[in-house]
């Protein structure tokens, strides 16, 4: 399975993105999907998952409130709304995915997920 992350781009602070995710040789139906970021110099660090069936929603401290992850079962999708972005949030942005509902426990280590995009690169601009 290959994800395909894509949505990222240059925004002004205030402003909203939304990424995508999607697999490309299998769906999404039972898995745990998630989204991280890395900024530049720093660690990557979790910022939103949740389990296919919509259960087991969580996120940072850092977006919650401002932040949205959801599905489209038709599309076979992921997604990361963004919004009342800020500069703090520039950072290459990472969908992951592990091929079972993983517990809440563990969505927001980096090693739970099997399946990683390529990252999509969101700049905001202050």
């Known amino acids: 399975v290959q994800l395909q992350a894509s949505g990222g781009g240059l925004v002004q602070a205030g402003g909203s993105l939304r990424l995508s995710c999607a697999p490309s040789g299998g769906i999404f139906s039972g898995y745990t999907v998630g989204w991280f970021r890395q900024a530049p110099g720093k660690e990557r660090e979790f910022v939103a998952a949740?389990?296919?069936?919509?259960?087991?929603?969580i996120y940072d401290d850092s977006v919650k409130g401002r932040f949205t992850i959801s599905r489209d079962n038709t599309k076979n999708t992921a997604y990361l709304q963004m919004n009342s972005l800020e500069p703090e949030d520039t950072a290459v942005y990472f969908c992951a995915a592990r091929p079972s509902y993983a517990i809440v426990g563990i969505m927001r280590r980096p090693d739970t997920y099997d399946y990683w995009g390529q990252g999509t690169l969101v700049t905001v601009s202050s």
């Open positions: 949740f389990r296919w069936n919509g259960s087991g929603t």
